[in-house]
């Protein structure tokens, strides 16, 4: 296992641009997140190096490994701990060539254990899993069941569940083998991201 992933926890994954941006992130950081992926879709590059370098900062002050989504190049050049790469977004080998050898690798598997079992094989850090339910932020993704992240268990690597992921469905995503929650909107959505954070951290200190 990564050095950094033995933590396990809220994985909580920003939501910019806002105007609160980098206050809304260092509530969750307060709040307990144990992850932290900077996800943004714009085009607006100066504005991305601005908050990933922000953001790389505001993580190393909280000990909380800081994960760029998709983007290589801005996660070599901001210094991130890492990246998560989807379906489309190259593949482990070239992250891993490009970042070195210390660097985090999470990957997206959906609702494949085929795809996870191969993408552990070539090296990935973590296994990500979901849809588990409606997500706002796709609410066309593909849908997972618990019972494929007892399946993933004997890959031994930690696992990671998204989709509309709530501190209420949570317990039941933790007892089927869930490292880490991935939550966008249950953390940034609400009024006090600090306490939503809380929540989800919860689970893992019972």
Same mark, same amino acid.
């Given at each position: 296992?990564? $050095?950094?992933?033995?933590?396990?926890?809220?994985?909580?994954?920003?939501?910019?641009?806002? &105007? *609160?941006?980098?206050?809304?992130? /260092? =509530? =969750?950081?307060?709040?307990?997140?144990?992850?932290?992926? @900077?996800? *943004?879709?714009? =085009?607006?590059?100066?504005?991305?190096?601005?908050?990933?370098?922000?953001?790389? /900062?505001?993580?190393?002050?909280?000990?909380?490994?800081?994960?760029?989504?998709?983007?290589?190049?801005?996660?070599? %050049?901001?210094?991130?701990?890492?990246?998560?790469?989807?379906?489309?977004?190259?593949?482990?080998?070239?992250?891993?060539?490009?970042?070195?050898?210390?660097?985090?690798?999470?990957?997206?598997?959906?609702?494949?254990?085929?795809?996870?079992?191969?993408?552990? %094989?070539?090296? %990935?850090?973590?296994?990500?899993?979901?849809?588990?339910?409606?997500?706002?932020?796709?609410?066309?993704?593909?849908?997972?069941? &618990? *019972?494929?992240?007892? =399946?993933?268990? $004997?890959?031994?690597?930690?696992?990671? %569940?998204?989709?509309?992921?709530? &501190?209420?469905?949570?317990?039941?995503?933790? /007892?089927?083998?869930?490292?880490?929650?991935?939550?966008?909107?249950?953390?940034?959505?609400?009024?006090? &991201? /600090?306490?939503?954070?809380?929540? @989800?951290?919860?689970? @893992?200190?019972?």
């Amino acid at each position: 296992m990564h $050095p950094l992933l033995t933590r396990r926890g809220l994985y909580a994954i920003s939501d910019g641009p806002r &105007p *609160d941006f980098l206050a809304a992130v /260092e =509530a =969750a950081l307060r709040g307990g997140a144990a992850l932290l992926q @900077y996800r *943004d879709k714009t =085009a607006d590059s100066a504005r991305r190096a601005f908050e990933a370098r922000a953001l790389r /900062e505001l993580c190393a002050r909280h000990e909380v490994p800081f994960i760029v989504n998709d983007d290589v190049d801005l996660a070599l %050049a901001v210094g991130a701990d890492g990246v998560h790469l989807g379906e489309d977004d190259g593949d482990i080998a070239a992250a891993r060539a490009r970042l070195g050898a210390e660097a985090i690798i999470g990957v997206s598997c959906y609702d494949s254990l085929a795809r996870a079992r191969q993408l552990a %094989a070539a090296g %990935a850090d973590y296994l990500a899993f979901g849809a588990f339910f409606a997500s706002p932020t796709k609410p066309n993704a593909r849908r997972a069941t &618990p *019972d494929l992240l007892r =399946a993933a268990k $004997p890959l031994d690597l930690p696992l990671v %569940a998204i989709g509309g992921i709530t &501190p209420d469905n949570a317990p039941a995503l933790v /007892e089927a083998g869930a490292d880490f929650l991935a939550v966008i909107s249950g953390v940034f959505a609400p009024a006090d &991201p /600090e306490a939503a954070a809380r929540r @989800y951290a919860a689970m @893992y200190t019972k």
